[in-house]
């Protein structure tokens, strides 16, 4: 499996393929890869002749408060992931080959980005719409996969695909979980063994809240105010946000008639978690 | 000569193309095709395997008090003077075709789009970059072609696409004028003969100041105010703007060392006329 560090390179190793109408499948990451992002890449390996991966922290989607610096980052391990999940190559560039110094341009998607974690985190998802649209046309890839663990960023990147005509498949891929609940991130390798302990509370009140609603409650209102109940007997917890919203369009939901994505960012010591999950009735 | 409406009719179109690696020249225009369109495609046709010429007069580029009704409008004439000069197939969506209901994706560029035409058109620039990132992404084509015409335009395209980018090359044409040095424009149509008289002194002042520059002058406060004396000189005429600046930034240059574009904007009654030169020293 080759590493290919710039876009001129990248391209070049594509073209034939693309001339020979192999299909392409694209999984953009930010590294530090897990087994969330292992299944992303099988899956993807399953239904394309080859697979790209890309490795990028990508600086204009953190905010100035953030960890972009200490964001976790191992190349050699994430090549041994993404070459035993069958990645055909790697795409891993530098800052300054993915940015020239005095860019201008930005793809905005507006509404979908204002709620949830974009409400706290301003000018995140217009930097992961313009990396992700920078991505798209640098690997021109048939299908792109993402995890349903971030559910606002894959709407926003339907969106944009769907608004601005791109030419590709974005399929959604499951949240995947340690054995005991805590949906895998790469920033859980923050978490103090006490913090990780607490952090089980997302999971499992996710998880409890579907029941509560294949129960037969409905009422959003109620069943948020127990979720936030329950995430906050942990003494370590500071909730950023709880909703319950549209899968597609992130608009609050106050009855559940259909189908409805609960969606939470919560703070554990400096470590914020987000997790999520879908309920259909 | 083919005419196709849908993006996926275009799409299934080129896709054999692509396959066979044929190059793609493409002439995004707003219809109303005269001999400046004609221009262009005529070039793309010697440059590339197939032309592909789109006619969409975008509504998401006009302001609320601008001439998107009344734009002039004549397919049948477009496709005659496409197929004349070359082109392989027509692109002419209806506005329901490329925009949903829910449209929330913007791309946008900045600084460069708010001098000159994007200070007194707000927005404009941004319905432009957005829809020509549309049909970029749905023609997929090797170059494009824009007229000189358009130069702030032709500067916001460069910069989106090397910001995001996106694999296609842009071509710059010249501006193609009438005999007596009108710059073709689809809105001369408007313009009453009296009009279309006075207007004569945007291409005599802008050769006229490219004289001075040649005989040494290199003051732009000096050139531009006798530019702007000189045009309103014209009774009907009424500036918009008239700017001395840098062919790629857009910046103000106050003495030329290099080279400059002079670009300017003026309305005949109701008829806003743009037109543009660049000198170099």
Redesign the interface.
Known sequence: MECINT?KGI?EYLKPY??Q?KSIGFVPTMGYLHKGHGSLIEKAAKENDIVVVSIFVNPTQFGPNEDFEKYPRDLEGDLTVAKEAGATVVFAPVASEMY?ED??????????TDKLCGASRPGHFQGV??VV??LF??V?ANKAYFGKKDAQQLAVIQ??V??????IEIIECPIIREEDGLALSSRNVYLSEEERQEALVLSQGLFSTKERIKQGERDCVQLKNELIELINTKPLSNIDYVNFVDVNTLEDINIIDDKVLIALAVKFGNTRLIDNITVEV
Request: positive net charge; without cysteine.
């Open positions: 876009i391209r693309m001339l109408d020239v860019k201008k341009t930005q793809v905005v998607v507006s509404d979908l719409t313009t649209t920078k046309n640098i021109k969106k944009m769907q608004d601005l005509n791109m030419d």
